[in-house]
């Protein structure tokens, strides 16, 4: 070979830069670190899926050739030509990148973990788009996923089979409450959920039902939890079943009882990636230390800044004790911004700084300072939702989409006011985090009967569904039966099914048979396997009558539950084309236990998103509301004097902030009426932390002076508009003294003048026609066809209309 092997080692590490050019030194320090542990400090909005991409891409393309000095013997002139000329802006052909390869590592031993099924899919997208059909082979899942298929493998050494169901929390407490009337725990001292609660943490600690009950002690309360943890576990293996929880912790049970399953899985991955790491829980951190003791190839991407989920178990000493747990590991810090503004950035990077617990970055940006961050005081609640209508309809008339607009809250209860003034203003909105798909009632009695079809065992969802449509089949027989199987060691759907054998439900021998024997034929249909899922929807969908039903059982209801019934078939369809040949009805359901609302989170839809700042991670939008920004509300009463849970609170308050793309606009009131009580609350703590020089402060009410009349002092800072002049009134204390409100007034529009007919106009939707006018209170209810938009119903007192003819 005429080169030198330093030339080529320099050659192949300025080949493998310009691969991966489009990304930024500190990012592609992460992506040629691939030996050993690593933990990549990620910022908001600093491309951390970008990293895990093109990592994941480095590893299959590459291995660990960048910091390699081995150079394999295939390599010929003509390949180093190749390179050369690539690098001048040619091709480079898929074997010259093998043959500068080092220990390439084969797709299918690279585990990539997320949280949400949105962000595996978006992975799996971008490494396919990247490494052709060698993409499908990467293993990208949730922890859940990732779990549930691992013991969909090898969950029989545990006493399941492959068949177990997952029930989703709605399940777990409908068991829960069968449970707690077996042991006669009353609801009014102990309720479901937070016996739910108290378990669900237990096992996030991977502690057994006989640990909790040992160190229940003296405490009267921890040994009724204990009780109910010991027969709700026994209740959940007798049908076959899992909850979320349980997912991982027989995981990890997996993993410690068969030494053999573990190596298994060691030895199948070489490298192992885990996304949002702050957000782990114990059980999770056991998960992921088990799988990667082996190879010690663990990369961890997180952002201790962004923990906020404390209250489903995550802790943040994951991330922080990382280098502790990890020896040697390395730490890389991504801190160049790719979505925000740099005022919006520094207003986040105040606000953080604030937090003791934390490993420090400073988030910065080459997009510019932007415009200011608004911080406006409201009157109240009904003024600060009615001034951001009034701000998204302005922006939508000067070009904007509905869809570029986000308003988050600390507590659903807030979403309220905005519904109705929304309604009323014609303004198009969706809540992320209201009643989901799967929980509609008619949508979750359709999922019950394929679980049983899928599932005997499930004792839960064949409670749900045994008279319904109504059978003649009661509760007493029921609970009869299912004690019955209890004594006698089989399933409550083995006793209906030859329930002519036990005398105290005998006499509903005949109903019970004939239940049990149409679901013996799913049963069987589904195990032959001649039948796709939606095939089989469809004919228990036709056997059992349900649409009938539906329109029985709630006639004014009854097209959207058949619609709903409708579109379950549409998905199965879907999932059947997506599966190909891997399609089945356990996989199908399996999907939708592990469903969240931000998997259906709709990018295109053009309609304002309303949700919880809790709701919002991951996302991004070019405008932000965050409104509720008071004492007592964010951070919440609760937490004021709890330090560690204010800097929960803060990093909740970073990742709002660090939310907005473009423009971020915070509310406060100076009174709000909350569960019922109007409080006057200051203004947060968080708005406080923002430096002066980055707000763009104002309110609702303009202050004057007025002698021998003088207002509360107020401790909660506010700029003051004195006199109407709009200068700084504000003192160094932030408060105010000696001043009183001056209302702007505010000129109703004339609802009674609409009739049908007339021409009107609409700021953002334009000329249209008044098809009818209907008096409602004070006001006017409009149904108006637009030219541009379609017919809208606006109330004539907020839709702001000029009238044309």
């Known amino acids: 070979m005429a080169f030198l092997k330093e030339e080529i080692l320099k050659i192949r590490k300025q080949v493998m830069e310009k691969d991966f050019s489009r990304m930024n030194d500190r990012q592609r320090q992460a992506v040629f670190t691939t030996e050993g542990p690593l933990l990549v400090l990620a910022g908001a909005g600093s491309g951390k899926t970008t990293v895990l991409v093109n990592r994941i891409a480095n590893l299959v393309r590459y291995g660990k050739a960048y910091e390699s000095s081995f150079v394999q013997d295939t390599l010929t002139d003509e390949d180093v030509e190749c390179c050369k000329a690539f690098l001048l802006g040619g091709e480079l052909p898929d074997l010259v990148r093998a043959r500068l390869s080092v220990s390439a590592c084969p797709p299918w031993k690279v585990m990539a973990i997320t949280f949400t099924n949105k962000a595996a899919g978006e992975l799996k997208e971008r490494l396919c788009s990247m490494l052709g059909e060698d993409g499908n082979d990467i293993w990208a899942s949730t922890f859940h996923?990732?779990?549930?298929?691992?013991?969909?493998?090898?969950?029989?050494?545990?006493?399941?089979?492959?068949?177990?169901?997952?029930?989703?929390?709605?399940?777990?407490?409908?068991?829960?409450?069968?449970?707690?009337?077996?042991?006669?725990?009353?609801?009014?001292?102990?309720?479901?959920?937070?016996?739910?609660?108290?378990?669900s943490r237990a096992k996030d600690e991977l502690t057994s039902p006989e640990e909790f009950e040992s160190g229940a002690g003296d405490d009267f309360r921890l040994k009724l939890v204990a009780r109910a943890y010991r027969l709700y576990q026994r209740r959940l293996e007798d049908s076959d079943a899992m909850d979320f929880d349980d997912l991982i912790v027989n995981t990890v049970r997996l993993f410690q009882k068969c030494p053999e399953v573990l190596e298994?899985?060691?030895?199948?991955?070489?490298?192992?990636?885990?996304?949002?790491?702050?957000?782990?829980?114990?059980?999770?951190?056991?998960?992921?230390?088990l799988l990667a003791r082996k190879s010690n190839n663990l990369c961890v991407v997180g952002d201790d800044d962004q923990s906020i989920y404390k209250f489903r178990g995550a802790t943040i000493e994951n991330i922080m004790n990382f280098e502790q747990d990890f020896r040697g590991a390395a730490v890389i810090r991504l801190e160049q911004n790719y979505r925000s503004t740099q005022n919006i950035l520094d207003a986040a990077n105040a606000v953080i700084s604030n937090n003791t617990e934390r490993?420090?970055?400073n988030l910065w940006t080459a997009a510019g300072a932007g415009e200011q961050v608004k911080l406006h005081t409201a009157e109240n609640e009904q003024d600060e939702a009615d001034r951001i209508a009034r701000m998204i309809l302005e922006g939508v008339s000067a070009g904007r989409k509905f869809s570029d607009y986000a308003i988050l809250y600390r507590m659903n209860s807030q979403s309220v006011m905005f519904e109705r003034m929304f309604a009323k203003q014609g303004i198009p909105h969706r809540i992320i985090g209201g009643t989901r798909f799967f929980d509609r009632k008619e949508v979750r009695d359709m999922i019950s009967y394929?679980?049983?079809?899928?599932?005997?065992?499930?004792?839960?969802?064949?409670?749900?569904?045994?008279?319904?449509?109504?059978?003649?089949?009661?509760?007493?027989?029921?609970?009869?039966?299912?004690?019955?199987?209890?004594?006698?060691?089989e399933s409550l759907f083995e006793v209906i099914s030859h329930a002519s054998e036990y005398p105290p439900i005998s006499r509903a021998a005949g109903k019970l048979a004939q239940f049990s024997g149409m679901m013996q034929e799913?049963?069987?249909?589904?195990?032959?396997?001649?039948?796709?899922?939606?095939?089989?929807?469809g004919e228990l969908l036709e056997r059992i009558g349900y649409v009938e039903f539906l329109r029985e059982d709630e006639p004014e209801k009854a097209e959207d539950r058949i619609e709903n019934v409708q579109e379950l078939s549409s998905m199965l369809q879907r999932y059947e084309q997506e599966a190909g040949e891997e399609a089945s009805l356990s996989g199908f359901l399996e999907e939708v236990a592990l469903f969240t609302d931000i998997d259906n989170y709709d990018h295109d839809a053009d309609s304002v998103v309303l949700m919880t700042i809790h709701s919002a991670k991951g996302l991004e939008f070019p405008v932000v509301f965050l409104p509720g920004w008071e004492e007592g509300i964010f951070p919440g009463m609760s937490v004021l004097y709890n330090p560690a849970e204010v800097e929960e609170e803060r990093r909740l308050a970073y990742v709002a902030i660090t939310r907005a793309r473009e423009e971020l606009l915070i509310y406060n009131a100076e009174s709000r009426m909350i569960f019922g009580t109007t409080s006057r609350n200051k203004l947060s703590r968080f708005a406080e932390e923002i430096p002066e020089e980055l707000v763009e402060r104002s309110r609702s009410r303009e202050y004057a002076y007025r002698t021998g009349v003088t207002m509360?002092?107020?401790?909660?800072?506010?700029?003051?508009?004195?006199?109407?002049?709009?200068?700084?009134?504000?003192?160094?204390?932030?408060?105010?003294?000696?001043?009183?409100?001056?209302?702007?007034?505010?000129?109703?529009?004339?609802?009674?003048?609409?009739?049908?007919?007339?021409?009107?106009?609409?700021?953002?939707?334009?000329?249209?026609?008044?098809?009818?006018?209907?008096?409602?209170?004070?006001?006017?209810?409009?149904?108006?066809?637009?030219?541009?938009?379609?017919?809208?119903?606006?109330?004539?007192?907020?839709?702001?209309l000029n009238k044309l003819s």
């Open 450 to 489: 394929l679980s049983v079809v899928n599932n005997p065992g499930d004792e839960i969802r064949l409670r749900r569904v045994i008279n319904t449509p109504k059978r003649g089949i009661g509760d007493r027989t029921v609970d009869t039966a299912a004690q019955i199987g209890q004594q006698v060691g």
């Open 264 to 289: 298994y899985y060691q030895d199948r991955f070489r490298y192992i990636m885990v996304d949002e790491y702050q957000d782990t829980n114990h059980a999770q951190y056991e998960f992921v230390n």
């Open 712 to 800: 509360p002092t107020f401790t909660g800072g506010g700029v003051a508009q004195a006199g109407g002049q709009g200068q700084d009134a504000r003192t160094k204390q932030g408060g105010f003294s000696s001043q009183i409100y001056k209302p702007n007034p505010v000129k109703p529009a004339p609802a009674g003048t609409f009739r049908a007919g007339d021409s009107v106009e609409h700021k953002t939707f334009g000329t249209g026609l008044v098809l009818t006018a209907t008096p409602m209170a004070n006001d006017t209810l409009l149904e108006i066809a637009f030219e541009k938009v379609g017919t809208k119903k606006l109330f004539a007192n907020f839709a702001r």
């Open 522 to 537: 799913f049963i069987d249909k589904n195990e032959a396997g001649g039948l796709l899922p939606s095939e089989l929807y």
């Open 359 to 361: 490993k420090g970055k």
């Open 145 to 199: 996923s990732s779990c549930a298929r691992i013991l969909r493998r090898d969950g029989d050494r545990l006493g399941y089979t492959s068949h177990f169901t997952i029930y989703d929390s709605d399940d777990s407490k409908r068991l829960m409450k069968e449970v707690m009337r077996e042991l006669d725990i009353s609801e009014k001292s102990l309720s479901p959920k937070a016996v739910l609660g108290e378990i």
